[in-house]
């Protein structure tokens, strides 16, 4: 039995702010300890489930963050900088399931600790729908017919992946006070929560559909401000809305989540 995890840093017990994301600090150091820790655990409760090969996939920023000699060594890490799949790199049909470890809401949203969907500038739209960065990789996994078996993060983010995906195990970090606070849980008792319903993830993944849209998809773009409008309109296929909304329609997910984290790459550049 294969897992694929995706692991991002925002959602990891105790960050609450940016600086503990990134950087030169102790902050940081701590906060990548307990990254390394909360995935630590998840992958030791899915080898005594049974797991025979695991990979991790450090998501987060420079793809740099995880101390991977602290991992079991049936673990294997996918690290680096920019990855044109980025988040789901050699994801395939011979993993049993997907686990998203320190997710963090999406754009926008009121109360989630560092919400944003690949950047804080920009907000998405599929078929309507806000959709965050979780969202994305459950339906890139769902194309290949891989089921989310368990997810963790903030209460704001958890509270958004239930609509979602409604059938997975979830487990709470911390909760959320505001954009950059947070009631938190201990460390200890996070990994201890993510071991447990590792374990139960795996007896259940069975019953647990994966998420799946089929057809074209319609994606929406909004940026958060008019002066990075004209980078989003450079981009070959997407069609302007109105001052700050564009629209994309993508054959398949694959398409959707290059073009999203493409959107995101251009907006962050520095020109």
Partial sequence: MKIYVIADMEGVSGVVSPEQTGGNTWLYEAARLQYTREIKAVCEAAINAGAEE?????????????????????VLVIKGGFRPSSGYDLLDGTFAGLVMLGIHARSGTYGGVLPHTYSNKLAFEIFGQPVGEFDVLALLAGEKKVPVILISGDSKA??????????????????????????CMHPDRVCELLRDEMKRAIKIMGSIEPAQISGAIQLKIKVGDVCLSSRIEWIPGVKRLDDVSFEFIGRNMKEVANLMYGCATLIEAKF
Avoid: C, M, W
């Avoid at 450090?58 to 079991?72: C, K, Q, S």
């Avoid at 979830?170 to 947070?182: D, L, N, Q």
């Fill in 54 to 74: 695991i990979y991790v996939n450090d998501f987060h920023g420079n793809g740099l963050n995880l101390v991977a000699d602290a991992l079991p060594r049936e």
């Fill in 158 to 183: 958890l509270e958004q992946a239930g609509t979602s995906l409604p059938s997975t195990p979830g487990v709470i970090t911390k909760y959320s006070i505001g954009t950059e606070g947070a009631l």
